[in-house]
């Protein structure tokens, strides 16, 4: 069950907006800045206020990564392979109207409007680590709701095994969607996706929103998945179509790469990646790496979903 | 060529290799870094070591291709700058990246190819340095030390290599890189090829005969 708090989260308590919005706008006075890396997301407006509800029993106790390098700092090959090219690039993504279909093995397929699934479900704010699997990690309070309570309201059939994600597919919004002289970066949409059991897991968080205030259009707005326990890549962005099926589904990554990314790519310190040793990871911000903890910290919560599996097989 | 000359040709190179340090030093003051600054600093000198080794490289080909010699007189100023970056960009990670955690560091260099392939690149580098002075020249001999400075290909195709194995899915540049490498090769092979037919031809055109210009190396 849900931990609540009485008292109404403000940004306040994690970072206070005014003060990153007083800072980028500094940024944007200086015009030489638009030339770096990093700057240039101060040319898109600061996402609108969102209120939430701190879940302090699924928060972690540690302070955020700074908001300016959680927006400038991303991996959205929708846009771009390079870090900062999210942040340039985010303008063309409209997240406004916005329909999420949820449908396939359920019961109630629906689509839903992305404001109603606003008035749907209460949000809280989540304090979480985010592990990418380039071995860098950010502490971040989303904001959202379970996806365990979106997918009751469709009531998965008992077929059901799988939960497949789709993010939108629009070059025009999109610019990393449209091909380049090598060919694409990754077949698109992307396509993430969950065993149901880990979909419906109380961490797996929708998310609409971060830093008390909405979903910035380079973190995936307007609506997103937040699977902490697993390397970033699994947590899809952007999302219009969540859809339950019986079989694995062919994920993104595992299609590009099948050696190097696997379909459960839980945090692991022990299975090292042919690029990246994942034993350690540099923390946002930190000068020195940290050790890597199994499923990012949160084996106690979600260890028991992998009883009998051998990671090491299924990484 | 006249000792004004050279300064003329190489002050522009100084002042080049010299500026992505400036402009790195100049954001490293001025908090400009980004998120990741120990990523940012590492891939920028690494770009920069593979852009001036291709640099140097090159300027043997343009010699051949203008038919001029002045690229000649450039490339072991640039080889050097090379070396150089490749330290600074060892450096940067056995510093800031892994602080002298040297039981990762060595398990990294066995593991991750890339990290290989760059020791590599690094090492096969390191020789060539240090017999780049005109002394060592003629210590070595023309002939020897010419042989021993062809390792300046391997050491370019094991930083390509290197590129190639550490640049993740959808980048392009590691093959623009690398297309150059082989671009600058393949007119060392043609030139080469054109020689040796030549030597040849003159060899058999000179049964009888006094030797043709052709026959001059
Ligand atoms: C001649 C020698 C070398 C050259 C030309 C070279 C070149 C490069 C280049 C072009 C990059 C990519 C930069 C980018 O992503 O834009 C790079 C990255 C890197 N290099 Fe090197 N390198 C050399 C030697 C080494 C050595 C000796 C090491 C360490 C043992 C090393 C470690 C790295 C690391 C850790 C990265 C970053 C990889 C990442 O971001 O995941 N390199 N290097």
């Known amino acids: 069950m849900l931990?609540?708090?009485?008292?109404?989260?403000?940004?306040?308590?994690?970072?206070?907006?005014?003060?990153?919005l007083s800072r980028r706008e500094l940024m944007a006075g200086a015009a030489a800045w638009a030339l770096l890396p990093g700057a240039s997301a101060a040319a898109l407006p600061a996402p609108a206020p969102l209120q939430a509800t701190r879940n302090v029993g699924r928060s972690l106790n540690e302070p955020p990564t700074k908001y300016e390098h959680?927006?400038?700092?991303?991996?959205?090959?929708?846009?771009?392979?390079?870090?900062?090219?999210?942040?340039?690039?985010?303008?063309?993504?409209?997240?406004?109207?916005?329909?999420?279909?949820?449908?396939?093995?359920?019961?109630?397929?629906?689509?839903?409007?992305?404001?109603?699934?606003?008035?749907?479900?209460?949000?809280?704010?989540?304090v979480y680590a985010l592990r990418c699997v380039e071995a860098w990690s950010m502490i971040i309070p989303w904001i959202g709701f379970p996806l365990a309570a979106l997918l009751?309201?469709?009531?998965?059939?008992?077929?059901?095994?799988?939960?497949?994600?789709t993010t939108l597919l629009d070059p025009e919004q999109f610019p990393g969607q449209r091909p380049g002289f090598f060919g694409s970066s990754l077949d698109w949409p992307y396509v993430e996706g969950l065993r149901l059991d880990e979909a419906l897991h109380p961490l797996t968080l929708v998310t609409v929103g971060m830093y008390g205030r909405v979903l910035p259009n380079q973190n995936g707005a307007p609506i997103r998945v937040v699977v902490p326990w697993k390397y970033g890549f699994k947590s899809a962005k952007s999302i219009v179509r969540i859809r339950l099926?019986?079989?694995?589904?062919?994920?993104?990554?595992?299609?590009?790469?099948?050696?190097?990314?696997?379909?459960?790519?839980?945090?692991?310190?022990?299975?090292?990646?042919?690029?990246?040793?994942q034993a350690t990871e540099r923390r946002i911000g930190e000068f020195r790496r940290r050790t890597t903890l199994p499923f990012n910290g949160y084996a106690d919560q979600v260890a028991a979903l992998y009883t009998g599996m051998d990671l090491r097989k299924h990484y | 060529m006249t000792r004004r000359g050279r300064i003329v040709l190489k002050l522009p190179v100084w002042a080049a290799c010299l500026a992505p340090l400036a402009l790195l030093a100049w954001r490293a003051a001025t908090d400009q870094l980004g998120a990741n600054p120990i990523s940012f600093v590492t891939n920028t000198l690494g770009d920069w070591t593979l852009r001036i080794l291709l640099a140097s490289l090159a300027m043997t080909p343009l010699g051949i291709v203008l038919g001029a010699a002045w690229p000649v007189t450039l490339r072991r100023l640039l080889g050097l700058f090379a070396f150089a970056?490749?330290?600074?960009?060892?450096?940067?990670?056995?510093?800031?990246?892994?602080?002298?955690d040297w039981a990762r560091m060595g398990e990294d260099i066995l593991k991750?190819?890339?990290?290989?392939?760059?020791?590599?690149?690094?090492?096969?580098?390191?020789?060539?340095?240090?017999?780049s002075t005109s002394g060592m020249v003629k210590r070595l001999g023309g002939r020897a030390w010419r042989r021993l400075h062809r390792l300046a290909y391997a050491a370019g195709v094991l930083a390509a290599l290197h590129f190639i194995w550490l640049a993740k899915v959808g980048r392009?540049?590691?093959?623009?890189?690398?297309?150059?490498?082989?671009?600058?090769?393949?007119?060392?092979?043609?030139?080469?090829g054109v020689r040796?037919?030549?030597?040849?031809?003159?060899?058999?055109?000179?049964v009888g005969a006094t030797p043709s210009a052709a026959s001059r190396p």
């Open chain 1, 70 to 126: 959680a927006t400038t700092y991303n991996n959205f090959y929708e846009f771009g392979v390079d870090k900062d090219d999210p942040a340039r690039l985010a303008g063309s993504l409209r997240p406004r109207p916005w329909s999420v279909r949820v449908d396939g093995l359920v019961q109630k397929p629906k689509t839903f409007d992305i404001d109603e699934l606003l008035r749907l479900f209460p949000l809280e704010e989540r």
């Open chain 2, 172 to 192: 392009t540049d590691q093959y623009w890189h690398a297309a150059v490498l082989a671009l600058l090769l393949g007119v060392r092979l043609v030139h080469w």
């Open chain 2, 112 to 131: 991750r190819p890339y990290i290989t392939l760059g020791m590599l690149a690094l090492l096969t580098l390191t020789p060539l340095a240090v017999t």
């Open chain 1, 245 to 277: 099926v019986r079989e694995q589904p062919a994920t993104a990554w595992a299609r590009a790469n099948p050696r190097e990314y696997g379909f459960y790519s839980n945090v692991n310190p022990a299975v090292s990646h042919p690029r990246w040793s």
């Open chain 1, 3 to 20: 931990i609540k708090r009485a008292e109404r989260f403000t940004s306040n308590d994690v970072t206070d907006p005014a003060l990153y």
């Open chain 2, 85 to 100: 970056y490749a330290c600074l960009h060892f450096s940067v990670w056995i510093v800031l990246d892994f602080f002298f």
């Open chain 1, 152 to 165: 009751g309201r469709v009531e998965p059939a008992g077929s059901a095994r799988f939960v497949e994600f």
């Open chain 2, 196 to 206: 040796a037919v030549r030597r040849r031809r003159a060899a058999a055109a000179a």
